[in-house]
Structure formats: structure tokens, C-alpha cells
């Protein structure tokens, strides 16, 4: 599977916007960005996806580079209840995430 | 919304025991999926079913089993649980064909004791 690095960790004051990014050099054209976030104890929470182009949803913005390496994703307003842990991960045929180590999101008021 | 439902947060097991975690989706998605996780070894794939009856086994099928008699709920068994198996189970549905996004239960903390 291809692989996705993202930084350990970082911190984001409240009501200000998060930028959470994700590089995925070896991203196979067949591949899928989808981000999850999990808070402790609970399961993964989906969050979005895109394949070529920039995404909104009611939760964020996927943005996606050109040459689909890396993507960003954002957080727009960053809340308490936005602190998590945030994964990135690719999908294509096959069935198992490979969920890695994640970005641990920390949102001071 | 999608919801994927599981039958415990927590559960407390003895050593031998034979233990049932069961998983219901209400979204008519064809995909199901048992993971567990650990600190330090990420998501790990132990079963999934593409189809009423039918079942797959993941990266770690030992020690379990499962059942999926209808298409909204598939069952995790622990055989025999050990303590080895104390662990956050996860539960998970979607539907086919890609991107095939993946929902996920609220999760089962299992502590076999």
C-alpha cells in the first residue's frame, strides 16, 4: 500500500483556522485521499475524501497539489471538539486501512 | 447519516470465555469489517464479508470467528478469549465500488481478564 507521512503532532488556538498536511509520494492513480479523525476511546470518524479535486464538506476542506503528492487538510474554524487525532490514509482496491501513527491535533482556547 | 452500532462500549471477560461482539449498520452497505486496535500497531484487519454469508479472513483471524447471517449485522467470536485479545474491536461497513469510504462502530473496549 502506499504510504502517507503526516507530522506527530500540532496545536491550533480555538476558532482559527488548522492546516493539517499529508504528503503521498508514491499516491497511485487509482488512489483515494480519505482523512478519519478519533478521539479517545471512540471509533474513527470519517471525515472526507477527494481523488483529483479540492472538496468541502460540512466538517472541512480537502485540498489537493496538482501532481496529487501531498494534500491538505483544513479545518476552518478550529473548535475544542476538533482536537483528535487525524489520519490520513489512501485507498484503492483491497479492503483494510492501513491507519498509521496520525497527526494529534491539540485546540487551546 | 451512516450508522454502524455496537452491542458494548466496555466488556469484561474471563480467561475461556466465549465471547460475542455483535454489529449492526442501517445503511444497506454490502462491506463489513472487524479490526482491533492496539497502542503502537495502528488498525489491524481481522475479518471482513463482502456479501451475507460470506466472509474473508484479514491479517489476524486466529483465535476468532465470525458470522454474518443477514447483511446489516456481523458478529465477532472470540472462541476462546485470551488475554492477548484485550483490545479496542471496531466495527466498520461501506459500500462498493471505490472510493469505498468506511464508517465506523463507536467501538468495543474488550478487557479479558
Known sequence: DAKTTQPNSMESNEEEPVHLPCNH????????????????SQGPEYVIHGLTSNVNNRMASLAIAEDRKSSTL???????RDAAVYY??????GYALNFGKGTSLLVTP | DVKVTQSSRYL??????KVFLECVQDMDHENMFWYRQDPGLGLRLIYFSYDVKMKEKGDIPEGYSVSREKKERFSLILESASTNQTSMYL??????????????????????L
Do not use: M, N
Not at chain 2, 466498520?92 to 465500488?97: D, T
Open chain 1, 25 to 40: 509520494s508514491t499516491i497511485s492513480g487509482t488512489d483515494y485521499i480519505h482523512w478519519y479523525r478519533q478521539l479517545p
Open chain 1, 74 to 80: 483544513i479545518l476552518h474554524r478550529a473548535t475544542l
Open chain 1, 88 to 93: 490520513c490514509i489512501l485507498t484503492s482496491s
Open chain 2, 12 to 17: 469484561v471477560k474471563r480467561t475461556g470465555e
Open chain 2, 91 to 112: 466495527c466498520a461497513s461501506s459500500v462498493p465500488p471505490p472510493p469505498d469510504t468506511q464508517y465506523f462502530g463507536p467501538g468495543t473496549r474488550l478487557t479479558v
